[in-house]
């Protein structure tokens, strides 16, 4: 058995059901799991490792519900800086074409990382780029995770039909997914409660994958108890798009296709309309709320309160590193704290509300309801913020300046009760050199089109 203490919390945030916060409080895991957490003195608990949280913030580690890591070597991508979607990922997408499973490696540990360090411990990726020949990117990123120690949800992306938004070189055939999916399922999913590997399946977007990949994707999903996501209702231009190709709204056209049960969860979710909202309450459907995406491309306000209220599950996701172009989770949440107030007013969201997302919503959406809040049974996942720091210094309530001030970096990173991060720095990643050689890559891909 392992045990770990972590001991001199100066604030443990529980996102329990009563959203409790302690002060002075202590945390014990065995074997990957939280087995006690209290105040004041902490137990002996012999034989355990002890962690000094040396005062600061304890939350549960956050959870990222939407991302593309291979877009990390396509940030601030000038062709595409000051476009709206459609017109950004047709310059974006020109970049692909050598990109190979082990580009993918790197770009995926270095997205990782970043998260890591900001804050989360689970994360979903939703990778749909496979270039002809460019070898297994799925098991690469699976990889990646394996050895940063993180908990990963691996989306099985997908493209079957010409968008005109990419070239062939990355179109599969129906079949050639579908048997992908199954072999991935297989390997890599895995369901048990404190999973650190699941898979889902992702058809990139209704423009993309056919309907008879739609179809069967939320067949198979159904069938197997996986996850299901996709973008959906972004822009105005995709609405259009969907009622001139289809001669349905998106969601009506997803709805179409059997995607419409829980473990769905879109991407962005912009534009659906009061009747939209209420059909994805009351099938318990998630969004992934990409503040910072929707903001950078001019793609307009997801409605989270209104979401919220009629049942569906609302996570917050950083979106891919192009169009965010940071993947740093707390700040993305101080972004979906924003925002909401931009739509809702001062008054529509808490820190503690912005910080449910973040962590209880985002595990809802997954369906791990082992991850998301600091009590006994669940995982041994803890972000330790530093209690104070130069954009905090001076604050009075130190919880809600994590995100009413400007987002900081974790001082420790704890998942399934082992130590990945530790006064800031990776336990076991040379991250210096990570960086070196990621950017080296990337400027390599910027190169061979220019
Ligand atoms: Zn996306």
């Known amino acids: 058995m392992t045990k770990l203490l972590v001991k001199n919390i100066g604030y443990l945030v529980t996102m329990d059901a009563t959203r409790a916060v302690w002060r002075d409080a202590w945390l014990l895991a065995e074997d990957g799991f939280i087995t006690a957490t209290g105040t004041g003195t902490p137990p002996a608990a012999r034989g355990a490792e002890v962690h000094d949280a040396r005062g600061g913030i304890a939350t549960p580690g956050l959870v990222n519900t939407h991302h593309h890591f291979y877009q990390t070597m396509a940030r601030a991508y000038t062709p595409g800086n000051n476009l709206p979607l459609l017109p950004w990922l047709a310059h974006m997408n020109k970049l692909w074409r050598p990109f190979t499973a082990d580009d993918l490696h790197l770009a995926s540990k270095l997205a990782m990382a970043e998260m890591m360090l900001t804050g989360c411990t689970t994360t979903s990726d939703h990778h749909y780029v496979v270039p002809r020949g460019s070898g297994d990117n799925f098991a690469a990123q699976f990889r990646a995770a394996a050895e940063l120690g993180l908990r990963f949800h691996g989306g099985r992306g997908s493209m079957d039909v010409t968008s005109g938004l990419i070239g062939d070189w990355a179109i599969q055939t129906t079949d050639e997914i579908m048997a992908d999916v ?5 390997e890599f999913h895995d369901p048990a409660p404190g999973s650190f590997r699941q898979v889902f399946l992702a058809p990139c977007a209704a423009t993309s994958a056919s309907r008879e990949l739609l179809t069967l994707s939320a067949a198979y999903a159904r069938e197997h108890g996986l996850g299901l996501h996709s973008h959906c209702a972004e822009t105005v231009d995709e609405d259009k798009f969907s009622v001139e190709k289809f001669g349905r709204r998106p969601l009506e056209y997803f ?10 969860w879109y991407a962005h979710g912009i534009h659906f309309t009061d009747a939209e909202v209420a059909w994805l309450g009351a099938r318990k459907i998630g969004v992934s709320h990409c503040p910072y995406a929707n903001m950078r491309l001019g793609s307009g306000i997801c409605r989270v309160n209104d979401l919220q209220a009629a049942g569906a599950k609302v996570g917050i996701g950083v979106d891919g590193s192009a169009s965010n172009d ?20 001062a008054e529509s969201m808490s820190v503690l509300d912005a910080l449910a997302i973040g962590t209880t919503g985002g595990a809802a959406l997954l369906r791990r309801p082992d991850l998301g809040s600091l009590v006994p049974g669940k995982c041994a996942d803890v972000a330790i913020w530093p209690a104070v720091d130069l954009f905090s210094s001076g604050c009075e309530n130190a919880v809600d300046a994590l995100l009413l001030c400007y987002a900081r970096q974790v001082d420790s990173l704890i998942i399934g009760g082992r130590v990945r991060v530790a006064q800031g720095q990776f336990t076991g990643l040379d991250l210096p050199a990570l960086i070196a050689q990621h950017h080296a890559r990337a400027r390599q891909i910027h190169a061979a089109l220019n």
């Open 182 to 186: 199954v072999r991935l399922h297989r």
């Open 326 to 345: 940071s993947g740093h989770v707390l700040g993305e949440l101080r972004q979906a704290l924003m925002l909401c107030r931009v739509k809702y007013g």
């Open 255 to 264: 709805a179409d296709c059997g995607w419409d049960f829980e473990g769905v």
